[in-house]
């Protein structure tokens, strides 16, 4: 099973440039998240949706945005990337239910320069 | 949200036993406790989570004090790949449309020498 897939897994980028992280999830979650991990902390919740169409900011949404239009996909949009963004983004997907247990990808290592 | 308490860091010996300390002294009836680690490089993996009774996985057992303020995660017998951060996490209830997303602290490291 793949379970959550993130790509790429490494990407620099200059200051003012854009990207899209990708995630996906086969297991039929509806519960989607993007998580940022700076150096030596905790995982900060950027968005999470809870089913296609349906998209909410968590703690650290400013310079991000995200896209539900399928259940499998939580695509991540950095519109003019900034250094303060450099930064391991995970990615992480979860059925509704409170006592269950949340799938994370891999992570993204991002470096804006 | 209710918050966590844990000890920045710890060490044990492999296979030796390991009991990771957890302080959640304003939690709700309802907030679940959830463990999950992060092995380095990697993204969080669940290893356990529990309501009132103490739970036991293949991974870890779950000790829940009669108070639900305080919780404990065991470890049997502690190898070199549990070496990593040990998160505790209150998961409280939520309507279904603000999710169940996981406020990650900074966890406890752990160190495990041969």
């Known amino acids: 099973n793949a379970g959550v897939t993130q790509t790429p897994k490494f990407r620099i980028l200059k200051i003012g440039q854009s990207m899209t992280l990708q995630c996906a999830q086969d297991m039929n979650h509806n519960y989607m998240y993007w998580y940022r991990q700076d150096p030596g902390m905790g995982l900060k919740l950027i968005y999470y949706s809870v089913g296609a169409g349906i998209t909410d900011k968590g703690e650290v949404p400013n310079g991000y945005n995200v896209s539900r239009s399928t259940t499998e996909d939580f695509p991540l949009r950095l519109e003019l990337a900034a250094p303060s963004q450099t930064s391991v983004y995970f990615c992480?997907?979860?059925?509704?239910?409170?006592?269950?247990?949340?799938?994370f990808g891999q992570g993204t290592r991002l470096t804006v320069v | 949200d209710a918050k966590t308490t844990q000890p920045n860091s710890m060490e044990s010996n492999e296979e030796e036993p390991v009991h990771l300390p957890c302080n959640h002294s304003?939690?709700?009836?309802?907030?679940?406790i959830h463990w999950y680690r992060q092995l380095p490089s990697q993204g969080p993996e669940y290893v356990i989570h529990?309501?009132?009774s103490n739970v036991n996985n293949r991974m870890a057992s779950l000790a829940i004090a009669e108070d639900r303020k305080s919780s404990t995660l065991i470890l049997h017998r502690a190898t070199l790949r549990d070496a990593a951060v040990y998160y505790c996490?209150?998961?409280?209830?939520?309507?279904?449309?603000?999710?169940?997303?996981?406020?990650f602290g900074k966890g406890t490291s752990l160190l495990v020498t041969p």
């Open positions: 996490i209150l998961s409280p209830r939520s309507d279904s449309n603000s999710g169940y997303a996981l406020n």
């Open positions: 529990g309501l009132t």
């Open positions: 304003t939690i709700s009836g309802t907030d679940y």
């Open positions: 992480a997907s979860s059925h509704q239910l409170q006592n269950t247990e949340a799938f």
